[in-house]
């Protein structure tokens, strides 16, 4: 059985890498501090893990040709794993723990600036 093109994942690997940077430039222009990158679990990755006063965010970046269909590229799937990798971040970090805890998103579409979605989902 034949594969798809295998630079198709390369492809969508870098453009992954290169959508979590604007996103990181475009939080701390917002007055955010980046307190993690590539946040790995066993349970999930986070994208990006931020700050701001006393509260810590939780931030999932999409990339697609469309801010709609970046919204939407979140499933009910990821959001529990995301939840799950949010708790052991915040059991690593345990100075943390009295935190506000929110979900964010940054939709990233071609020539437009980023969308950050605050409080983009519910725990």
């Given at each position: 059985?034949?594969?798809?093109?295998p630079d198709r994942?390369?492809?969508?690997?870098?453009l992954?890498?290169v959508?979590?940077a604007m996103a990181?430039?475009?939080l701390?222009a917002k007055?955010?501090?980046i307190?993690a990158?590539?946040?790995k679990?066993?349970?999930g990755e986070?994208d990006i893990?931020?700050?701001r006063?006393r509260?810590?965010?939780?931030?999932?970046?999409k990339a697609?040709?469309?801010?709609?269909?970046?919204?939407?590229?979140l499933s009910?799937?990821?959001?529990?794993r995301l939840?799950?990798a949010?708790?052991?971040?915040?059991?690593?970090?345990?100075?943390?723990?009295s935190y506000?805890l929110?979900?964010?998103m940054v939709?990233?579409a071609?020539r437009?600036l980023?969308?950050?979605v605050?409080?983009?989902?519910?725990?």
């Open positions: 059985m034949a594969r798809g093109n994942g390369r492809i969508a690997h870098r992954g890498h959508a979590e990181c430039f475009w701390m007055g955010y501090r307190r990158r590539r946040f679990t066993h349970a986070i893990v931020v700050s006063g509260l810590l965010a939780f931030v999932e970046v697609r040709p469309d801010f709609d269909r970046a919204m939407e590229a009910p799937k990821q959001r529990q939840l799950r949010a708790e052991l971040y915040v059991a690593r970090h345990p100075k943390l723990a506000d929110r979900f964010d939709l990233i071609p437009r980023p969308r950050h605050v409080n983009a989902w519910q725990a």
